[in-house]
């Protein structure tokens, strides 16, 4: 039996002129045999994104009051919620049961509601939830708040991939190297790798893994994207690409013996279009047999590496310090030669930074799209740039930039430090990376 608590839920459109309109056709009901909450809408307009908040009431100086409950208190929340919602014009669901969260908590029939908010799919939430084992299932989420279980779960780190949306359209930044302090902190030696200071604007915010991809990640794309059936009990050692592969817990650690052919594809190999940044047409093709392109088909996401500019606005989180904690040593932040063994870490066990991406500093060296080329000034222009791509080549054709530094290093930790990789060297275990991918989901 079902007791209506609430007739009418508040709905709010969010995001750009292609926000869905919403009805106004929304009820609130509970069943009292299984004391779930059942919210009822309808969608008119475009597909959209649906978040919910559940608010009680207060009386603050004879004047009633709404505040939310906290959205860890409702994270078992299901339905059509939190994901993109295509069935326009007829009634969605979305179900909660509070006492499988929120115990000991009553709630009296006319002190409740739920405020709906939908999202443009090109200006979807702050947080998308990949799921790795099932095909394009994608969960967004306004807060980690309100991620289930929150993001310091492992399943974070195997089944699950949480990318955070970065906020950088607009906004105009100084890239590179520009204080003394951070200069010192690298070294006399390595002062020519350091980006020239310069002015960069970037014209589209963009989702960046909160993690460096680990090892059951790197397993589970494969795995459940075809290239290998599970029952194949010889893919881990076969498809893992790291020295740290026995430990009880490497499953949780970033994959550290890849390189851009393998994440990407290799350009020599026979290809439909050149693997070939910034040079392919689209500039962010990549192969479908590898690891990025196999994420792209099951996940439906065009995720691929950061450019350096996008991996450094993201690491700073508009800090001008050494490190993106605000302070000038990195001990809080990064895994490197004096406090890590000498090997890998699981992801995400030292301090993230304003914008909770972890291990920006340290753990493993991050590839990024660009060329590396040991003379800065031919690859970054002194001047202000808008969404710069790095530079068409290098002379060696076979060197990438990496950044953040790694575990067997004692600096280049930097946010403007530059590293390279080679483009087809894996025998060298300190690099992996993380991906990255516009703000904004296609709909089918």
């Not at 609130?28 to 919910?52: D, H, K, M």
């Not at 939430?125 to 969960?139: I, Q, T, W």
């Not at 890239?175 to 310069?198: D, I, Q, R, Y």
Request: aromatic share 10%; net charge neutral.
């Amino acid at each position: 039996m079902k007791a209506t608590i609430l007739s009418a839920v508040a709905l709010m459109a969010a995001g750009l002129s292609a926000a869905p309109n919403i009805a106004s056709d929304v009820t609130l009901s509970r069943n009292t045999a299984t004391r779930q909450l059942e919210i009822r809408y309808t969608l008119t307009g475009e597909p959209g994104i649906v978040t919910a908040d559940i608010q009680t009431n207060y009386v603050d100086g004879g004047v009633t009051k709404w505040a939310s409950i906290g959205e860890e208190n409702f994270a078992n929340i299901v339905g059509d919620v939190n994901r993109v919602v295509t069935n326009v014009g007829t009634v969605s669901t979305i179900w909660w049961k509070p006492e499988k969260i929120w115990p000991g908590h009553k709630i009296p029939a006319s002190g409740v509601r739920a405020v709906l908010k939908a999202w443009a799919t090109n200006s979807p939430p702050d947080y998308v939830v990949v799921d790795l084992l099932a095909k394009k299932s994608l969960r967004f989420y306004t807060s980690t708040n309100a991620i289930p279980f929150g993001v310091q779960d492992n399943i974070y780190r195997t089944e699950k991939l949480v990318m955070r949306r970065i906020p950088a359209a607009g906004v105009v930044w100084r890239m590179g190297c520009a204080t003394v302090a951070e200069t010192n902190a690298v070294g006399s030696t390595n002062n020519a790798k350091h980006a020239p200071p310069h002015r960069v604007t970037l014209t589209e915010d963009y989702y960046m893994g909160i993690y460096e991809v680990t090892q059951s990640q790197w397993s589970n794309v494969f795995v459940y994207a075809g290239v290998r059936s599970e029952s194949d009990t010889k893919y881990r050692s076969i498809l893992v690409p790291s020295k740290f592969s026995t430990a009880d817990d490497s499953p949780l650690r970033p994959v550290e013996y890849v390189s851009h052919w393998g994440v990407r594809g290799n350009t020599n190999l026979t290809l439909a279009v050149a693997v070939d940044w910034p040079n392919s047409s689209p500039a962010h093709v990549v192969d479908d047999r590898f690891w990025l392109g196999r994420f792209r088909i099951f996940t439906g996401l065009q995720v691929d590496l950061p450019t350096e500019a996008q991996w450094e606005y993201a690491c700073r989180a508009g800090t001008s310090s050494v490190y993106n904690d605000g302070t000038d040593s990195d001990s809080d932040v990064a895994w490197q030669s004096g406090n890590s063994g000498n090997e890998t870490h699981v992801v995400g066990k030292k301090r993230p930074n304003a914008w909770g991406l972890y291990d920006m500093h340290g753990n493993v060296a991050e590839m990024c799209l660009d060329w590396f080329h040991g003379n800065v000034p031919a690859t970054y222009a002194l001047v202000d740039e808008t969404d710069p791509k790095g530079a068409s080549s290098c002379p060696s054709q076979d060197t990438r930039a990496a950044r953040g530094g790694c575990y067997s290093w004692a600096s280049t930790f930097t946010p403007s430090c530059r590293r390279y990789r080679a483009l087809a060297y894996q025998g060298f275990d300190v690099t992996g990376f993380r991906i990255c991918c516009p703000a904004g989901v296609c709909v089918e």
